[in-house]
């Protein structure tokens, strides 16, 4: 995987076992917020043999950008890996560095509207469901969401309160 700065300049590449466990190497990431036409968000519950945030409520996607992969490649790979749907109007949104003790990611966030059916990668998931905002703002603190989720909704709702609602998904 690619190592980069905090402008996201590429500045070395390492194996991913190398960059998980080390904060202070970033790294590239895609989430892709998969709504339904009600506006309600895709979240997935991460498997508990995944090494991070195990049996937590994530993003709809997530996934690591390998070395020489664009963001929009990477992000239709993993929504088919994961989702197993090609996602189409995929909309880039913003982009943020997100760290935690356990690594550093620079999060590019895209999203698609998609009403299912989905056929979920029973090896990294173990339930997807749609959620309203207000279910997902009163889960924040209460355990049930990953901690990179916490911070994607944040980013997520400061971002569309500054959208005009016709460009918003």
């Not at 997935?44 to 995944?50: E, I, L, N």
């Not at 993003?59 to 070395?67: F, R």
């Not at 209460?142 to 989720?149: A, F, V, Y």
């Amino acid at each position: 995987m690619e190592i980069v700065d905090r402008q996201g300049n590429t500045i070395g590449t390492a194996p991913r076992s190398h960059i998980h466990g080390n904060p202070s190497l970033i790294h590239k990431v895609v989430h892709i917020l998969v709504f339904n036409d009600r506006g309600e968000l895709l979240l997935q519950k991460r498997s508990m043999k995944k090494d991070v945030a195990p049996g937590k409520w994530d993003t709809s996607v997530g996934g690591h950008v390998p070395n020489g992969e664009d963001l929009i490649t990477a992000a239709i790979r993993e929504t088919e890996e994961e989702l197993g749907i090609t996602p189409i109007n995929l909309k880039p949104l913003y982009s943020y560095i997100h760290s935690n003790t356990y690594e550093s990611e620079m999060v590019f966030t895209h999203s698609c509207i998609y009403n299912g059916p989905f056929t979920f990668n029973k090896e990294e998931i173990d339930e997807i469901r749609f959620w309203d905002m207000k279910e997902i703002k009163n889960a924040i603190g209460t355990g049930l969401l990953s901690d990179n989720l916490e911070s994607e909704i944040m980013k997520y709702l400061s971002f569309s309160d500054q959208t005009p609602l016709s460009s918003a998904p």
